[in-house]
């Protein structure tokens, strides 16, 4: 049986990044929201946001994000847990101009991000999600132009995960995130 062909690619279906998320998540601040400050002030060197900055009041800044349920030895919900950054538009592609062009050519042992294997299901909700992650080190963090210019202003390096989140959906949604994402210049590898 021949295979359908897939629909023409109008400005509707075709595939684009909606927004890159950054996170990083930060144990001491369980013990003291003081602990966020690093952390708070780091994302917002990478992004290059600020809430309501420039008078756009649909940007949100770099926001706290807190613990959902309560965990034994961690700590409780509502606690501060991290920060996040929703990235769009102009300052979403800087960032990912800075991360593919400084970040990922200086990262020692980082051969890509790896794809899953020819055996998974792919019906599973991430399957058919158009999101691709990426974790990063704490290393990493010192590699972006705007930390590393003033590095000893920043006592502490956090690791972080980058979420490239596309409009795509449902089946076949994680092979064309991929894809667009790797049209960015992000190497995938397969194991």
Known sequence: MAKKPAPPS???NVVRLEKIQIHTMV?????????????IAAVR????????AGGRHSNEGVQIVRAVKTVADWGRKGAPVGVKVDLKGPKMYDFLESF???VLPRLRE????????????????SGVAGVVSVGLPPEAMGMFPQIEVNI??????YGMHIHFITN???????????????????PFIRK
Not at 45 to 52: K, R
Not at 110 to 125: D, E, K, R, Y
Not at 152 to 157: A, G, I, N, R, V
Request: aromatic share 6%; no cysteine.
């Open 168 to 186: 795509v959906e449902g089946q076949g949604a994680q092979d064309k995130a991929r894809a667009l994402v790797s049209g960015f210049g992000v």
């Open 152 to 157: 000893d202003s920043y006592p502490k390096s």
């Open 10 to 12: 109008t400005t509707e």
């Open 110 to 125: 980082f051969p890509g991000v790896v794809l899953p294997g020819a055996s998974t299901n792919m019906q599973t909700p």
């Open 45 to 52: 060197a990478i992004s290059g946001e600020n809430a309501h």
């Open 27 to 39: 144990k001491e601040a369980v013990s003291s929201r003081s602990n966020l400050l690093g952390a």
């Open 100 to 102: 593919v062009e400084f």
